[in-house]
C-alpha cells in the first residue's frame, strides 16, 4: 500500500485498526505502522485511537481529476489546456516551467504535497497532503510583460471570486496579492514570468489556499495563517469543488485580463483591500517608508500617504505591515 493509498482509506474520518488496513492491504501490521508514520513525517495529523485503531481528526477528500472536471462549467472544460494532479511533486510551478514551450495555455498542475513548494521572496511554502491546495496555471500573453501590470493583484481577485462561488465571504486582500481572513494569511499566490518585455511571455501562476492547517502548520508558518475550516465553522467545501472553482475563476479571469487588463480588476481589488486607511510601514533594501495605505493606483502600485505626499510603491520587493 502506498501513502496515498492509505490516506485515500483513511480520509472519509473514520477510525480503521491497523489489523483490517493491512488485511485490506495484504501487507503486515508494521508495514501499515511505517506508512502511518512517513504520512505523520509529512505532515498528516493522524491520531491514535487506541484499540479502533488510526484516524484522521476530520473527514478529506482526494483530489480526483475527474470529479474536478465534473464540476466545471463547459466552457471552462473546453479550455483547459490540461489538469494533472499528482501525489508528489517538487513544486506544481516548477513542473510547469519544466514543460516550457510543451504545455498548453490553461495547463493546471496539482499535487497532494510538494517537496520543494515555493513562497515568494524565495521562502517555503509547506504542503503538507490531504489538506490544502496547491495549483499551478500556465497562461501565454502575446504583448509581453509590459502588458502585464497588475497581473498579480488580479490574481487576487481571481482567488476571491472563487471563494465567493464558493459561498465563502470575509476575505480581504493585502497588497500585493496575500489573501487574508480572520487577519492570517489563507492563500499565497506567487506569479513567475518567463518571456519578452515586448513580446511572447508566459506566466506561471501558482496558488497554495489553505483548507485545513494542523496546529504543526499554524506553530511552522512563522506568521498567523487561516483556513477555510475556520471561515466556514468547521465545515470546509469539498476539496474538489475548492478546487473546481478556483479553476474556473482562473480561468475565466485570465482571458478577461488578457482581453481587458487590469482595469477591469481594479474596483473589486479596492472593495477587498485590506490596507486602506491603514497605518503602514513600507520596509525595502533602501529603508523604511511611514504612511498611510491609500489604495492601488491603474497599474496595481500600491498608495501610501506620507508625511511628504502621496508615494506609489510598485516593488514586490518590499515588505508592508502595519506601523
Ligand atoms: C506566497 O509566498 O505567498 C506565495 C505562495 C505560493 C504557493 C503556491 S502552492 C502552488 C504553487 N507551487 C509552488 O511551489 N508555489 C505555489
Redesign the pocket.
Known amino acids: 500500500m502506498q501513502p496515498h493509498q492509505l490516506l485515500a482509506v483513511l480520509a472519509s474520518g473514520e477510525a480503521l485498526s491497523g489489523s483490517r488496513l493491512a488485511a485490506e492491504a495484504g501487507i503486515t501490521r508494521a508495514a501499515i505502522w511505517k506508512q502511518i508514520e512517513a504520512l505523520r513525517q509529512r505532515g498528516v495529523p493522524i491520531e491514535s485511537a487506541g484499540a479502533a485503531g488510526y484516524r484522521l481528526p476530520w473527514p478529506t477528500q482526494m483530489l480526483e481529476e475527474q470529479a474536478i472536471r465534473t464540476a466545471l462549467p463547459q466552457a471552462v472544460a473546453r479550455r483547459l489546456g490540461a489538469l494533472e494532479i499528482h501525489w508528489e511533486i ?5 513542473e510547469l516551467q519544466r514543460r516550457g514551450s510543451g504545455a498548453f495555455d490553461f495547463s493546471i498542475v496539482m ?1 497532494e504535497t ?1 517537496t ?6 524565495g ?1 517555503r ?1 509547506l ?1 503538507p497532503p490531504g489538506m490544502n ?4 496555471c500556465l497562461k501565454r500573453f502575446e504583448a509581453g510583460f509590459a502588458s502585464l501590470s497588475g497581473l498579480s493583484l488580479a490574481i487576487g481577485v481571481i482567488v476571491l471570486r472563487a471563494l465567493h462561488a464558493l459561498g465563502i465571504d470575509g476575505a480581504r486582500l493585502k497588497w500585493p ?2 489573501v487574508l481572513a480572520d487577519s492570517g ?1 489563507l ?4 506569479v513567475e514570468l518567463s518571456g519578452e518585455y515586448q513580446g511572447p511571455c508566459a506566466a506561471v501562476v ?3 489556499l489553505n483548507v485545513r492547517l494542523t496546529d504543526a502548520l499554524r506553530e511552522q508558518a512563522g506568521q498567523p495563517i487561516c483556513d477555510l475550516a475556520t471561515l466556514t465553522q468547521g465545515m470546509p467545501p469539498d476539496r474538489n469543488r475548492a478546487a473546481a472553482a478556483l479553476v474556473t475563476s482562473l480561468v475565466e479571469g485570465l482571458a478577461q485580463f488578457e482581453r481587458d487588463g487590469f482595469a477591469a480588476f481594479v474596483e473589486e481589488y479596492a472593495q477587498y483591500d485590506a490596507l486602506r486607511g491603514v497605518p503602514l510601514r513600507v520596509s525595502s533594501a533602501s529603508g523604511d517608508l511611514d504612511g498611510v495605505g491609500a489604495g492601488i493606483d491603474a497599474r496595481g502600485a500600491l498608495q501610501l500617504q506620507t508625511a511628504a505626499g502621496l508615494c506609489g510603491i510598485d516593488s514586490a520587493d518590499v515588505t508592508v505591515r502595519r506601523a
Request: net charge positive.
Open positions: 517538487d513544486s506544481t510551478s516548477s499535487a510538494q520543494a513548494g515555493r513562497g515568494r521572496r521562502r511554502w504542503s491546495i496547491y495549483l499551478s496579492n496575500d494569511k492563500a499565497g499566490i506567487l501558482g496558488i497554495g
